[in-house]
């Protein structure tokens, strides 16, 4: 038996209305429901009985004998982090066909041990940017698939190669083998940038801090694809006035024949290189600077315009030169990717607890099965180009990292 893509399917009958008389007499073949169930931890078991009533009740006991009620909804996925036998029972509330059910579920160890690591890429979207078509390289012909499979090359494991966003909205998406499980009191997913801080006042948090905003979905309809509702782990600034919820950006590609305007002192070989717009109603070019002259645009796109929506957060970046010539990016307090250095592990890892809805409401996920990150800055600073995140690793901080 092979756990690490276990899916489980329940055939479910069509019933049509039994009597009351009827209800003690229903066989487990047509509830749809089994007895017994295996499962590998950190797997979704989806569970979907045949009958009907005006209510339902799902109610867990833990191996360690703790119970609670786990669901009121007619369909219920089970998943647990912990091995051991779990008992479910499920209640048809009904006043004429009301219905008892007790199943076990025999939790086990996955056979192919689970990586902690990213284990694939489903998209890779970046925003105009000038480490886009570089980081990952694009080659000739390459496709929207060829990128993603790029990006999961470089992000996957421990290959540890950065991937650029590009500038505000761009976004990569990517999952584990296994759903990443939302456990209370912990934090639950690390990610790796390239973010440090400069050396004259390293207490001030300051230097080269690119936020990007994590959302996260859970595969509610257990497809295996990231196509279920979107949420935003709330980070730091969520609630703060300068932050902008429902913006919305878009960039248009620059023409082959368009005449460059470069900047007086040299560093900006086209101060009006590609055009963007917002839903605010503010527009401004994203220049091309002397130090990457390839294209900015994604070359794999053919669209002329793309755009991307999300939250904005204020910019973060200080001009101390008053000159243009020496910029310090500023952290958030928490809750970004590339927001702080590395070895700051707590405040690069993230709490899936921390997810809100688009209305900005509390969401109690089970956990994640997809993860996305994307640019949540619009700024350009001078030479050092747009604010845009980059990020080369991320990890399940429940699966311990192998030595």
Known sequence: MRFGNLKICITCLAMACLP???????????????????IARMQKLPLSPALTGEAYRWTVTRPDGSRSLAGTEKDFIFLAAEEGCYSISFDIIDPSTPYHFDMTVNVLHEEVEYSPYISRVYEYCPAPGQFVNEMPKYEEGDTETDMALKAEEAISGKNDVLISL???????????????????????????????????????????CE??????????????????????????????????????????????????????DGFMTDMHYIAWSDSEGQSGYMPKNAFHQQDYYPKWISDSSISFSGTLLAP????????????????????????????????????ISWAVDADGKHVDLPGADFVRVYTGVNQYCGWLGETST????????HIPEKM
């Open 20 to 38: 009351a008389a009827c209800s003690d007499e229903l066989s487990t073949v047509s509830l749809g429901l089994d007895p017994v169930y295996r």
């Open 166 to 208: 590009g500038g505000f909205g761009g976004y990569v998406t990517f999952g584990f083998d296994h759903t990443v499980v939302n456990t209370p009191g912990e934090k639950d997913i690390r990610i790796w940038g390239n973010c440090f801080y400069e050396l004259l006042q390293p207490e001030k948090k300051g230097g080269s």
């Open 211 to 264: 936020p990007g905003i994590v959302m996260v979905s859970y595969d509610a309809n257990c497809n295996g694809l990231p196509d279920d509702p979107w949420y935003e782990l709330a980070g730091s600034e969520y609630n703060s006035p300068a932050t902008r919820h429902n913006y919305t950006i878009a960039y248009s590609r620059p023409h082959d024949d368009q005449t460059a305007t470069p900047s007086p």
């Open 316 to 351: 973060n970046a200080v001009d101390m030169s008053g000159n243009g010539s020496y910029y310090v990016l500023y952290s958030y307090a928490w809750g970004y990717v590339d927001n702080h250095p590395n070895e700051e592990v707590e405040l690069n890892s993230f709490d």
């Open 390 to 397: 980059e990020l080369c690793r991320a990890q399940d901080l």
